[in-house]
T-cell receptor, first 107, second 114 residues
């Protein structure tokens, strides 16, 4: 069993749609990261959160520690949001990665 | 700042050869991480350094892999001898505050071992 599960694995959306990517984890965590990997392969850190909610532009990340669940929302999605989104749970010095959600936004 | 710089971007080598991947972290970042990404296993942490000292190398697959950080601005990941199953993208990342801070990734080094 993976310590971090993401859903969906693949997601196709029309431009402008509201998108939600989910991440559930089974370990106690001190922080959770959301990463974005573009088709070219580069990885960008989007958020690091340990409670509540963070917002950056059209991206919103929330975490519920009691339910061991985090969500990444994209409002007014755009084709340039097409990427793989990876959540990573930090517990102690262990970093558990989800397998990623591949998002394609169609114009 | 130029960001985290990795070299080479692409490496193709034959089984048995030595491979050295290089990383220059962002100046001032005390933490440096080496990750490996494959289709089968996704992203995996190999090793990380704090102030040039290896802290956790439990992710290093086997003795064929070694990593060094001789100074604050340079790290290497070496595979000797390389095997086809080592083919992957190797990412280096640096951070000011370890895992509880934002991670800055390099562009990755794509290794193909024939």
């Amino acid at each position: 069993k993976n310590e971090v599960e993401q859903s969906p694995q693949n997601l196709t959306a029309q431009e402008g749609e509201f998108i939600t990517i989910n991440c559930s984890y089974s370990v106690g965590i001190s922080a959770l990261h959301w990463l974005q990997q573009h088709p070219g392969g580069g990885i960008v850190s989007l958020f690091m959160l340990s409670s509540g909610k963070k917002k950056h532009g059209r991206l919103i990340a929330t975490i519920n520690i009691q339910e061991k669940h985090s969500s990444l929302h994209i409002t007014a999605s755009h084709p340039r949001d097409s990427a793989v989104y990876i959540c990573a749970a930090l517990t102690g010095n262990q970093f558990y990665f989800g397998t990623g959600t591949s998002l394609t936004v169609i114009p | 700042d130029a960001g985290v710089i990795q070299s080479p971007r692409h490496e193709v080598t034959e089984m048995g050869q030595e491979v050295t991947l290089r990383c220059k972290p962002i100046s001032g970042h005390d933490y440096l991480f080496w990750y490996r990404q494959t289709m089968m296993r996704g992203l995996e942490l190999l090793i990380y350094f704090n102030n040039n000292v290896p802290i956790d190398d439990s992710g290093m697959p086997e003795d064929r892999f070694s990593a060094k950080m001789p100074n604050a601005s340079f790290s290497t990941l070496k595979i000797q001898p390389s095997e086809p199953r080592d083919s992957a993208v190797y990412f280096c990342a640096s951070s000011l505050y370890g895992y509880t801070g934002e991670l800055f990734f390099g562009e990755g080094s794509r290794l193909t071992v024939l």
